[in-house]
């Protein structure tokens, strides 16, 4: 009845859901990683995920925990309460502290009810500012039934069709600018169906978005989401990766990509794509190999690497 | 030319499925229906015929209840141009291909189409059976299990390589004739905005079945419904002996 999920910080996040799946609930997170990452090290690096826009972070989510410090001693702060203010929440500086605080053992978790009704769209856009205009639309319009905004620029979108199998352009026949995936969860399927489709509709008229498609069943739903979800496996298959996951604020959040295809030229491509919905960016380049020759002497910054890291930092530093 | 396609409204392919406890059969409340997979992969072939000039016009029809609306419209969006749905309340025992076949036999009649193209089977009965029903009550040929289906307007035949068990066999059919399409015959397009739109405005029309002078018969009665058994943990043997002696006095085999 409450919800609440008690387990041991080994559990791969992929069963927990399956298990969650039979009694009627989800994990508050989803990442792409859910096939093998642990539950306790999402809590430990307060892992965000695709469903961060609807049910918030971790912070809010875990309502225990308990964790070993380094000297043996076993702190427990395994509360189960969903409301609890006894003393000092001491959890929360153990979330996100990866591991340099205590290493959590065991974790319990607000889990919400499972809703019937998702749906899944994926739409065109021909600039980053209507990106941006349209998750304020979004949030306005779809409201408590948004569950997942993310998006990808057209070079994300065409490395997941050139490197992954099984995987089709949503939008023939060419490529677009940007992707918006939206996904809708609730508890009534025509309820939502319409509203989304109003909400698109409203969107397409006011220039918004180019296109969109809308899945019509679950299999189309999963093709939609490995299209997103394929981005990183892509990218690795492509050749050699530099990832930087990073929150910016929303506004300037593309100009990062942009401005480092302007520095790199074509010595290796540069893609952006994330989770929107909280404005965190995954931005990654993509080169053809690895070259950390110049990473030893300071005075010869040729390498790549090099270079990809002054950029960023610099310019993470004056946003 | 018109292009007859009759869809399905099913429980979703990728759900997972329960049985009631009631054990009358599988649970369907709350639970995701969308368009057996075949059916949307005959649809697309049946749009794609029509885009490439030798069709004039895909009509979409469904039996069922009254959400198979619902169905239907996805097809519209697809590119189908009009719908048809003979609504069946859920009186009697339920439908079944001979019912199904009947009324589609009588909608064949009404709407004089020269190609009546099916999903091979639906993957809520597995039956399998409705298309070859079809085509022996209005006495057309079939081409069951298509894997390829080409048109020749000219000849007014159609060329369909089936998939069988020994690999694929070619046959020519003479207009008009019944085709049931099988996985590999082609991907289904994705519904966008624009043709989803489009569907709104697209006609459905309602026919009963006394419109169609089709008595409905429930010959089959669904005694019961029950999960397959669990699968047993197999044991490991340390003999040959020990095997032979399971084999014959366990399994009783040998």
Not at chain 1, 96 to 111: F, R
Not at chain 2, 40 to 67: H, N, P
Not at chain 2, 110 to 117: A, F, K, Q, V, Y
Not at chain 2, 175 to 196: E, H
Request: hydrophobic share 40%; with cysteine; aromatic share 4%.
């Amino acid at each position: 009845v409450s919800g609440i999920l008690v387990c041991e910080a080994g559990c791969v996040l992929e069963n927990l859901e399956s298990f969650l799946d039979n009694e009627g609930f989800v994990m508050p997170l989803d990442l792409g990683a859910k096939g093998s990452c642990q539950i306790g090290g999402n809590v430990s690096t307060n892992a965000g995920g695709l469903r961060l826009v609807r049910y918030g972070s971790l912070h809010g989510n875990v309502l225990g925990l308990e964790a070993v410090l380094a000297d043996g001693t076993m702190l427990d702060m395994l509360g189960t309460l969903r409301k609890d203010n006894t003393g000092y929440d001491l959890k929360h500086l153990f979330i996100g502290s990866e591991g340099s605080l205590g290493i959590v053992t065991k974790v319990s978790i607000l889990t919400p009810p499972k809703l019937s009704a998702v749906n899944v769209a994926i739409l065109a856009c021909d600039d980053y500012v209507s990106c941006q205009k349209l998750l304020l639309e979004a949030k306005r319009k779809l409201g408590e039934v948004l569950s997942a905004f993310e998006f990808l620029d057209s070079q994300s979108m065409d490395l997941v069709l050139n490197y992954l199998e099984g995987v089709r352009n949503p939008l023939p026949p060419s490529l677009h600018n940007f992707y918006a995936l939206i996904e809708t969860t609730g508890s009534d399927e025509s309820y939502d169906k319409e509203k989304l489709q109003a909400f698109l509709l409203a969107s397409m008229e006011n220039g918004l978005i180019s296109d969109a498609v809308i899945a019509q069943d679950i299999n189309q739903a999963s093709s939609f989401w490995r299209i997103r979800e394929g981005v990183p496996e892509a990218l690795m298959r492509a050749g050699a990766v530099y990832k930087y996951d990073l929150s910016l604020p929303l506004e300037r959040m593309y100009d990062l990509v942009e401005q480092m295809r302007m520095r790199l030229g074509d010595s290796a491509k540069v893609v952006g794509y994330g989770h929107m919905g909280d404005g965190n960016l995954h931005l990654n380049i993509s080169a053809s190999q690895y070259d950390d020759a110049q990473r030893s002497n300071p005075l010869y910054m040729n390498g790549l690497r090099c270079t990809v890291e002054v950029s960023v930092r610099s310019m993470v530093l004056a946003s | 030319m018109k292009i007859m396609v009759a869809i399905k409204r099913v429980v979703d392919y990728a759900v997972k499925i329960r049985v009631k406890p009631d054990k009358t059969g599988v649970e369907t409340n709350n639970v995701k229906m969308s368009m057996n997979p075949f059916c949307e992969i005959a649809l697309e072939e049946a749009i794609r015929i029509k885009e490439s000039g030798l069709a004039t016009e895909v009509v979409a029809v469904s039996v069922g209840l009254a959400q198979c609306v619902d169905t239907i419209r996805t097809g519209l969006a697809m590119g189908a141009d009009r719908g048809i749905h003979v609504e069946w309340k859920g009186e009697g025992l339920g439908l079944g291909p001979l019912n199904v076949a009947k009324v589609l036999r009588a909608l064949v009649e009404m709407e004089e189409p020269r190609l009546l193209i099916l999903g091979k089977q639906a993957i809520d009965d597995d039956c399998n059976q409705t298309g070859q029903m079809v085509a022996g009550l209005l006495n057309w040929p079939q081409g069951t299990f298509a894997s390829k289906v080409v048109l020749d307007k000219e000849k007014q035949t159609v060329m369909v390589d089936r998939e069988v068990d020994g690999g694929l066999e070619t046959l020519c059919l003479d207009l008009p004739a019944v085709i049931t399409t099988d996985l590999r015959l082609n991907q289904p397009r994705y519904a966008t905005l624009p043709n989803i739109m489009k569907a709104k405005s697209k006609p459905i029309k309602k026919v009963t079945f006394e419109d169609l002078k089709v008595k409905v018969k429930s010959d089959i009665e669904v005694i019961q419904v029950t999960e397959p058994p669990k699968r047993k943990a197999g044991v490991i043997l340390s003999s040959v002996d020990e095997l032979i002696n399971k084999l014959k006095n366990e399994a009783r085999v040998i």
